[in-house]
């Protein structure tokens, strides 16, 4: 009797648990919304970079809270963009993965190149970085418009 | 000239003590995405704190004793467990998330990581629960808490369309691009983070710390009336900057190096030293009030000695208690989990926590048994009742926002 009620109790529940450890293939409608959620949260950590890297060239703010806020934005758009790879694109959506994973990848490869940048208080490279940066801002602000 | 001194600081504590890392973080995360469009939310958590802390200072200067132990002597042991479960855990969760926001102040100041600085700030914390004197906790961070006036200045700086950002207030014009169930889930957050239950649990107990007597009641009352909204208004300084600052630039805030980024972005080094200063005093100082509520609740509840009107050896179950809220805190902390999404739950669940910590006030309050003439009259009781039926559909509507909204990630 005990199993009775603990079979239809127990099978969902683990079925959950196991749905949890599959990489999830969603619908067209959803892996859009999670590519765009992604874009936002990349747009929002390269735009916070940015500031921080020219309000560093102009002296206007303290080394250790560039050093740290750039930690939390590299980390932040390493765990969204990792969220999203995980994700199976629906055969329709290969080519918005394609693109996302490229602007994704250069993204977090220049918050990369910031965090050296600022732990060796290199400030000669920031102009060349502020460029990068703005330059896959746009790319990210592009793809966004052709999801919402 | 010595009971002018007594109000002056007692309205500049309650300014500087008012905003905490709820306040903090949901203000600049709510003004990074919605601009000023939720700043009603912040005018009517205000209005709602001070109603229900006059009545709870009340009830302590007539009786000389804190609400919550009249609270179990007049509805029974089982209302207030309810009571004390509600606000305890709301109270234990928002000091778990002060004791991260100090560590993270820490951080940002040294680029040192935050887990480093955690045992030395409960450490601190623990330290300053157990020697200071309570007026020294609530005067001196209330005091350097109002380094968070910077916020108002670099708005001020930043020489904005003030009839742009009053339009947008006014108007409660909800972005475009942003759903409305996220909209009500951030209005139900801030309006959380405004009423948190420790802050009446620490102003009626403070009241008997400090010995509140009937004449205490023009100074608490001046304490309230004046300090709770010049309090909000550095809340919603803190999220006009986000909005001026942030909101343009698609930067939505997720930490606290975000929120201080417009202060730079107005005032330089110096703005920002001072604005770092305002977060270590905010969190700190609330890390000391959150922990303080937790030993009152508990204490109060089980009727044993409390305060730190008494030495910790006439105490000790009191002190015993903040010691293993500090150790579960900090341990809490340890497991690596974001203290900014601590923060997020606490100021949903205070949201959820709010009618079991404000009925019973609204019926002690009203009890003429314990009050005599100075019970409430019908401008607290229509204020309160209207307030009710507000965190009531607060409290209800806060998990199925959370859960159809992701947390406001949608």
């Not at chain 1, 703005?134 to 790319?139: H, I, P, Q, W, Y």
């Not at chain 2, 609400?67 to 709301?90: C, H, K, Q, W, Y």
């Not at chain 2, 007597?213 to 986000?242: D, W």
Request: glycine fraction near 8%; charge should be negative.
């Amino acid at each position: 009797v005990r199993w009775r009620v603990a079979v239809p109790v127990l099978v969902p529940l683990l079925s959950l648990a196991l749905a949890g450890c599959i990489p999830a293939s969603p619908d067209v409608g959803t892996y859009r919304a999670q590519a765009l959620q992604t874009l936002q949260t990349a747009t929002s950590e390269v735009a916070t970079v940015q500031k921080l890297l020219e309000q560093q060239q102009d002296g206007r703010i303290f080394s250790p809270v560039v050093i740290t806020q750039l930690r939390y934005s590299e980390d932040s758009l390493a765990k969204r963009t990792q969220a999203f790879s995980a994700l199976n694109p629906p055969p329709s959506q290969d080519d918005l993965d394609t693109k996302c994973t490229a602007v994704l990848g250069t993204a977090q490869d220049l918050l990369g190149d910031a965090r050296v940048a600022a732990h060796r208080s290199d400030l000669a490279e920031y102009p060349q970085l502020l460029d990068q940066l703005d330059r896959v801002s746009t790319r990210l602000d592009d793809l966004e418009r052709t999801l919402s | 000239v010595k009971s002018l001194f007594a109000v002056a600081l007692g309205i500049l504590t309650a300014v500087g003590g008012f905003v905490d890392i709820g306040d903090l973080v949901t203000n600049g995360l709510v003004g990074s995405r919605f601009g000023l469009s939720l700043a009603w939310v912040v005018v009517v958590g205000v209005v709602g704190i001070a109603v229900f802390a006059e009545m709870s200072g009340r009830v302590v200067a007539v009786s000389g004793r804190p609400t919550f132990d009249i609270v179990r002597e007049r509805l029974g042991p089982r209302v207030g467990l309810a009571n004390l479960v509600g606000s305890m855990a709301v109270s234990l969760l928002t000091y778990v998330a002060e004791i991260g926001g100090v560590a993270l102040s820490l951080e940002l100041a040294t680029s040192v990581w935050e887990y480093f600085w955690l045992p030395f700030t409960a450490a601190a914390v623990w330290l300053v629960l157990w020697r200071a004197k309570f007026d020294i906790i609530e005067n001196v961070f209330g005091l350097l808490g109002l380094a968070l006036v910077v916020f108002a200045v670099a708005v001020w700086h930043l020489g904005p369309d003030w009839g742009g950002l009053f339009h947008t207030a006014v108007t409660a014009a909800k972005p475009g691009q942003e759903d409305i169930t996220t909209y009500w889930y951030f209005a139900i957050a801030l309006f959380g983070a405004a009423m948190t239950p420790y802050e009446v649990f620490f102003f009626s107990s403070g009241g008997v710390e400090e010995k509140w007597s009937e004449k205490s009641i023009p100074t608490m009352r001046a304490n309230v009336l004046i300090g709770f909204p010049l309090g909000g208004m550095l809340s919603l300084s803190i999220a006009a900057a986000a909005s001026l600052t942030l909101q343009p630039a698609s930067i939505e805030v997720n930490t606290l190096g975000q929120v201080a980024l417009p202060v730079s972005i107005a005032l330089g080094k110096l703005g920002l030293a001072i604005a770092l200063l305002g977060f270590f005093a905010a969190t700190f100082g609330a890390a000391c009030e959150t922990g303080l509520s937790v030993g009152y609740s508990i204490a109060q509840y089980f009727g044993w000695q409390w305060g730190k009107f008494v030495p910790p050896m006439q105490a000790a179950r009191f002190h015993a208690v903040l010691l293993l809220s500090t150790l579960l805190a900090v341990a809490i902390l340890l497991t690596t989990i974001d203290p900014v999404l601590v923060t997020e739950f606490s100021v949903v669940f205070s949201a959820i926590a709010l009618p079991l910590t404000y009925l019973p006030i609204l019926i002690v309050a009203n009890d003429e048994q314990y009050m005599g003439h100075r019970s409430n009259r019908w401008l607290a009781n229509t204020l309160g009742s209207i307030y009710m039926v507000v965190v009531v559909v607060a409290s209800l509507a806060a998990i199925p926002l959370m859960i159809i909204t992701n947390m406001g990630t949608t």
